[in-house]
């Protein structure tokens, strides 16, 4: 079983704080890296998919890069503000039927 | 507006109770998924399928069984109720693995 490991487990920052979480995992046998934002009582929400090593994306505030060489994704957050309080997933995608493996997740609070 | 359903949003049954997790989705997506999340935990994935016909085991063992006799159409059922069934059930669909998954807003399901 695939493992993917997200640190920080949680994070609180001020409102105007930069960020940045990681999401680790052992090879690099998948097709694609998916980082997901789910807010309370909402359904996840796709905020990117990287595939190739040293992969950058980015939407507004917050971008994400890719190692596969040494087994990581960071996903960053430019001047965080309360809207952005959410849970952030990462998920390594394998498989002929596309199934995606999660990692547990960094809970980002945002105060004023 | 949403593109996939999940009915209901919130469950509690008695214990040996049968129930059936309702996941549609009107995108015409083949690729289908339901995660089970016990609290702080990470999603597992429990089944999935390939399209019409087709249903496959994930890699959390579950005693749900699912269907897939039409493509928008994938539902979950458990035939006895337990306890231990107590979680949230998440359904997910994808097209194209470019685009990520597109989730439902979740079944919390308690048995008491």
């Known amino acids: ?112 | 507006e949403a593109d996939i359903y999940q009915t209901p949003r919130y469950l509690v049954i008695g214990t040996g109770k049968k129930i059936t997790l309702e996941c549609s989705q009107t995108m015409g997506h083949d690729k289908m998924y339901w995660y089970q999340q016990d609290p702080g935990m990470e999603l597992h994935l429990i089944h999935y399928s390939y399209g019409v016909n087709s249903t496959e085991k994930g890699d959390l063992s579950s005693e749900s069984t699912v269907s897939r006799i039409r493509t928008e159409h994938f539902p979950l059922t458990l035939e006895s109720a337990r306890p231990s069934h107590t979680s949230q059930y998440l359904c997910a669909s994808m097209g194209d693995y470019l685009d990520g998954y597109t989730f439902g807003s979740g079944t919390r399901l308690t048995v008491v």
Not at chain 1, 15 to 37: K, Q, V
Not at chain 1, 52 to 58: A, H, R
Not at chain 1, 77 to 97: H, M, R, V
């Open chain 1, 1 to 112: 079983i695939l493992n993917v490991e997200q640190s920080p487990q949680s994070l609180h920052v001020q409102e105007g704080d930069s960020t940045n979480f990681t999401c680790s995992f052992p090879s690099s046998n998948f097709y694609a890296l998916h980082w997901y934002r789910w807010e309370t009582a909402k359904s996840p929400e796709a905020l990117f998919v990287m595939t190739l090593n040293g992969d950058e994306k980015k939407k507004g505030r917050i971008s994400a890069t890719l190692n596969t060489k040494e087994g990581y994704s960071y996903l960053y957050i430019k001047g965080s503000q309360p809207e952005d309080s959410a849970t952030y997933l990462c998920a390594l995608l394998t498989g002929t039927a596309s199934k995606l493996t999660f990692g547990t997740g960094t809970r980002l609070q945002v105060t004023l």
